[in-house]
């Protein structure tokens, strides 16, 4: 074990205080009894239970969850055959093309993106919102699950499939049957960091929301316009929780098909 | 014996290589057939091509008649063990040689019974619960087998099915590849880059060079008698003489080269260059002038010996500078043993060499 000095502890804490520090005071707060965030009147879990009655945000919460489950959801399949198509499509025509536009989301400026789906919501006269934000979020997280499922697949050892294709398992079969068990981690962990991505998503949401369909990051940051409130950092303690156990989930799983993978070769 | 399976000019390209060119072969019924060659020579190509992988760009390639173009792999009545096993990571030992039968919809108790009986037959019946990577690699090995002989396939076949072994399993495992080959009756196509593999196991061996056959044949004739410069370099060691053909007797032809005239049994040919072979265990090393018997010697030099225990490798200097190895069995401790820089009498008898036109 490698023993720190003194400078890298303190440019360590200096760093992690950095990163996290404004994310502790917002937690720490969440717990504070006082009205005013910044006098500190003991520890109480009063803004957990007005959070509790505040039907706006709960309403919020259920629209961002149900948002997130159902744009991850058709993310995750869309991604994983973009991934199929260009570990597994050979070298066809419009291949760069293809892996380009699948990719171009992921560095695209969200409000471009996000501008962009509104035109093309209001030019084919779609009324904005529940669906059109899982439609937005679906576009914005495939790349993300496409990226995680394909580096899995690009360590995947092809003769698996052929040896099931050659015991006289048709192509979808075998990849029900053989591909998908094998690839699921990756899958898994690709649905998880685009179910995180939706649920934190503030700039595309505003966008393409409409009447009815407010997400929670769009309420959070509609009520903090007019004051920050202590029930604000309840919600957000909630959903750094949330992010979080997502992110490790999916950190997890990326690790363990990682640690299979070798195996799997080497077979 | 009939034929099962045969291949009429076919040819296979990828990109600018073309790694199967206008080959054809006939491979018999209940036959142990090895194709034998270098790393790149097609054989891997031609295997995959009758599993059904790779699709020939010309000739065809028929199973007991029928021409295969257009079947794919999981409609073929062949199955295939792979170099690298394939085994799935995610089934039991049992469940991977359940796996073909259960495409087959085949009863339930039927597969059990059929996923004992394979078991059974590579003695891996205590393992079946197992996951593959709690096996070692023999026994991953076994599994493969068992799980491609499930569904009773009219040819097996073998893509460098032990060359993950360490060299003492291989050997075992060659003997037992041959008795479940005869046991089962079933045709078996294995590819291996490795001669003595090929030798021992295989009925009759095509060697591959480039794309294209070099020979077929059964082991002793290919050892034997091989048909180029090629086939006796690659199969086994060779001593190679290039020569001339001066003068044709009935039965045996005589080739001259600077310093040395040999006699070699073999029909009448056109004089003119040739080369012959002559295999290192068929030249005695003696310190004496050899007697009329053997009717070709040279003298020369020892320059190097290897002891390899059950035999001992001399390479000898010929007075005109060419190199002969000679293999000698070490049947008994010599009473006077050669020694390096020695003088030696090299000596062998007209029907230990070839005569090699290619």
Redesign the interface.
Known sequence: MKRFGCTNLTALALGLAFLYLPIAVLVVNSFNDSRLVTVWAGASLRWYRELANDAAMLDAASVSFRVAFLSATAATILGTLAALALTRGGRFRGRLLFSGMIYAPLVMPEVITGLSLLLLFVAVEIDRGFWTIVIAHTTLTLCFVAVVVQSRLVTF?R??E??????????L?TFL??TL??IWPAVASGWMLAFALSLDDLVIASFVSGPGATTLPLRIYSEVRLGVKPEINAVCTILIAVVALGLIAASLLTKRSAS?AP??AR? | MAVLVSFDQVTKRFGDFTAVDGLSLDIHEREFFALLGPSGCGKTTLLRML???EAPDGGRVTLAGQDLAGI????RP???M?????????MTVAGNVA??LK??GLARDEIAARVDEMLGLVQLRPLAARK??QLSGGQ?QRVALA??LA?RPKVLLLDEPLAALDRKLREETRFELKELQRRLATTFVIVTHDQDEAMSIADRIGVMNRGCLAQVGTPAEIYERPASRWVAGFVGDVNLIEGRVTAVYPSFVMVDRVGMRLRVAHAPVAPGPIAVALRPEKIRVSHAVPDGAFENGAAGTVADIGYLGTLSLYKVRLDDGLVLKAAVMNEQRAERPIHVNERVWLSWTPDAAVLLME
């Open positions: 050892d003769s698996l052929e040896a099931a294709l050659d015991l006289g398992c048709p192509p079969r049957a053989v068990p094998l299979k195996l799997g077979m | 599993a059904g992988f794919p792999p999981y409609r062949v199955n295939m792979f170099q690298s096993y394939a085994l799935f990571p995610h796996f073909g495409q087959d593959p990577d991953r799980r491609s569904k």
